[in-house]
């Protein structure tokens, strides 16, 4: 069995990389000068444009909590037919690691860049950190949730109108043994282009 989130070269990693399950997920987690390198890494993507279209919000410690807290009021208002045991799984969704980063995608209308390029950016940084976490050693996983489309949590977060969620990165240590999933084969999806 060939081993997952090879560190030992690039090219190992990015041919074993496997993301963590949240829900398995513990302390530690990134230290602050992880957590440093981790960013430094992921404000390296393609950048049409040199806009910065993302920024991160960072949740640790007791804000996990406080977020929690707006997680199980606003649950409770889109669902109020759900019971206690719904409501306690929405408070606890950011504690299920040590440290979250939302990356949020600022996009704008641009004369020159196209807006799709500007959020296919965000999705760089979103993959680049789990690929810089990797590296460091620790367990990660890029997730979004009925909580990174939704207006009133988007409010709560301080997003701007133009603003969305690409992504909430779980920072963490795995508690139990990675197991990888079946990958496509990337042959069958090339084609080869030709003139008609």
């Not at 990174?148 to 701007?160: Q, W």
């Not at 990675?178 to 090339?190: A, K, M, V």
């Amino acid at each position: 069995m060939p081993v997952l989130n090879d560190i030992s070269s690039i090219r190992s990693l990015l041919a074993s990389r496997r993301s963590a399950s949240a829900k398995a997920m513990g302390a530690p987690g990134p230290t602050p000068a992880q957590l440093s390198e981790i960013l430094a890494a992921a404000v390296r993507v393609p950048d049409h444009g040199k806009l910065t279209p993302w920024r991160f919000i960072l949740f640790e410690g007791e804000a996990r909590r406080r977020f929690g807290d707006s997680l199980r009021r606003r649950w409770r208002e889109l669902h109020p037919e759900h019971g206690e045991d719904s409501l306690i799984a929405m408070h606890g969704l950011l504690l299920r690691t040590p440290t979250v980063v939302a990356v949020i995608s600022t996009a704008r209308e641009h004369p020159k860049i196209p807006l799709w390029e500007q959020q296919l950016s965000a999705g760089a940084v979103c993959q680049t950190m789990l690929i810089a976490a990797t590296a460091v050693g620790l367990a990660c996983q890029w997730m979004t949730d009925w909580m990174a489309y939704d207006p009133g949590m988007a409010r709560v977060m301080g997003l701007a109108p133009h603003e969305k969620v690409a992504g909430f990165i779980y920072l963490g240590t795995s508690t139990v043994p990675l197991e990888d999933r079946p990958r496509p084969d990337p042959q069958s999806l090339l084609t080869r282009w030709g003139p008609p």
